[in-house]
Nanobody, 114 residues
Framework: QVQLVESGGGLGQPGGSLRLSCAASVPSFRLYDMAWYRQAPGKQRELVARITRGGITNYADSVKGRFTISRDIAKNMVYLQMNSLTPEDTAIYYC????????WGQGTQVTVSV
């Protein structure tokens, strides 16, 4: 059974940092690329960071140099370190495989505001 449980969101200040975690109960987790996605109010869900099964990372231009994705294969965990936050980072953040499964977790809300 697939489970994706995101945590670590909350209220962040502009210029601040947050670290998101994802517990991914995905069969054969180590064989798949994983990603963090986000959906801001009134916008479509977008992929912000990807990590391949070999550890290669890719980022959306909007977060490049500020966000870092990582994974712990032994623990079936995926992380997103978010630095230099801006109000434009406000969104619900989700983790999933890449390409994504049809199943999504509940996400974790990130709000960046003074």
């Amino acid at each position: 059974q697939v489970q994706l449980v995101e945590s670590g969101g909350g209220l962040g200040q502009p210029g601040g940092s947050l670290r998101l975690s994802c517990a991914a109960s995905v069969p054969s987790f180590r064989l798949y690329d994983m990603a963090w996605y986000r959906q801001a109010p009134g916008k479509q869900r977008e992929l912000v960071a990807r990590i391949t099964r070999g550890g290669i990372t890719n980022y959306a231009d909007s977060v490049k140099g500020r966000f870092t994705i990582s994974r712990d294969i032994a623990k079936n965990m995926v992380y997103l370190q978010m630095n230099s936050l801006t109000p434009e980072d406000t969104a619900i953040y989700y983790c999933n495989r890449d390409p994504s499964l049809s199943f999504w977790g509940q996400g974790t809300q990130v709000t960046v505001s003074v």
